[in-house]
């Protein structure tokens, strides 16, 4: 596509919603995701907002102290093979949560997600310079000469090779052991916030992952012993400069951002360690189920919103067709 210097980031999304539609189409199996398309676990949680909260950061869904039943998955971002490298996913939907402006799920409760990834940044925030990426990381998966192309586009491209290495070259990790960042920011009210989740009792000595399923290998092995238990928090954006909004490529933390933890997420043992097909399929996440206290900032964050809706819709429709 030719590009216009008045191009609007209508447009924008509007294509990287056609690409992102277009690969799901091209897929072996339509009906299940394109990204993050392999779920290591989908387990229940309970996500509980601490009572000794400041004031100022009492927003929302932290306005009180509460807890609420939640849907965890675990995910690979490309990988079916759990020992190779990669981005890994961690999603959660609260659901009753007590914020009228928070969407409502099929049973009419409001839900809040929260999408994180194991890595603090992302590849760029630019649009325009994300289509072309966008495209070649899709093709990349299916075709050689998308694995050429992409190679092609990062040689052009070198200032973007290292942050797309620092999110694709994950070592396997063991989820409860793994510490997880939405990359993107969100509003705490009239704060500018990332949120960031870490271990609280992480295995020691960590395990190392072989074996196409050893991520849910290690899940399974570390519930067997323990709960998983996590700390929920925000990095507060105190320097737009130095921690901006469209530059998720900047690592907040590296730049002074402090941590104030939120929330505690407890995963009980009792429950099967597995990612059934039909489940799979059922769950929806996006940065836009979100109250207005906790809205999505960002054109990254715009265009995920977007593209999730898209590829939802498109799963749905395959599934439909397949029955």
């Known amino acids: ?5 008045n191009r609007s980031e209508a447009e924008d999304l509007a294509e990287l919603v056609d690409i992102n539609v277009a690969f799901a189409g091209r897929m072996a199996c339509p009906a299940k995701r394109s990204e993050h398309g392999k779920g290591i676990a989908d387990l229940t949680a309970t996500f509980t907002v601490l009572d000794h909260i400041e004031k100022e950061y009492r927003v929302g869904l932290f306005a009180q102290g509460g807890s609420y039943e939640t849907t965890v998955r675990f995910s690979n971002s490309a990988m079916q093979n759990d020992a190779k490298r990669d981005a890994h996913g961690f999603a959660m939907k609260l659901h009753g949560v007590p914020m009228d402006s928070a969407p409502v799920d099929a049973d009419g409760r409001r839900v809040q997600d ?3 990834l194991d890595c603090p940044t992302f590849v760029m925030g630019d649009l325009a310079q994300y289509i072309p990426f966008n495209r070649a990381f ?3 998966k299916l075709t050689l000469r998308g694995k050429l ?3 092609l586009l990062l040689l052009k491209n070198p200032k973007r090779i290292l942050p797309l290495l620092r999110l694709a070259l994950i070592r396997a990790n ?3 052991s793994a510490s997880y960042w939405s990359t993107t920011p969100y509003r705490l009210g009239d704060h500018v916030v990332k949120y960031k989740v870490f271990p609280i009792k992480p295995q020691h000595p960590l395990p190392r992952i072989r074996g196409e399923d050893g991520r849910r290998d290690a ?14 928090g925000v990095l507060i954006q105190t320097n737009p400069a130095k921690q901006p909004i469209d530059a998720p490529e900047v690592d907040w933390e590296e730049n002074g951002a402090s941590f104030i933890a939120l929330a505690e997420i407890y995963i009980p043992q ?19 189920h979100s109250a207005r206290e ?4 960002g054109a990254i964050n715009r265009a995920r919103v977007a593209i999730y809706a898209a590829a939802s819709r498109t799963r749905q429709q395959a599934a439909q067709r397949e029955k």
């Open 114 to 116: 929260f999408i994180l």
């Open 1 to 5: 596509m030719t590009y216009r210097a």
């Open 270 to 288: 009792d429950q099967p360690v597995e990612a059934p097909e039909d489940v799979e399929n059922a769950l929806a996440f996006s940065p836009g």
């Open 138 to 140: 899709l093709d990349a």
């Open 174 to 176: 063991a989820p409860l």
């Open 219 to 232: 899940l399974r092995r570390h519930l067997a012993s323990a709960p998983g238990l996590f700390s929920f």
């Open 149 to 151: 192309d992409m190679a």
């Open 294 to 297: 906790h809205f999505p900032l």
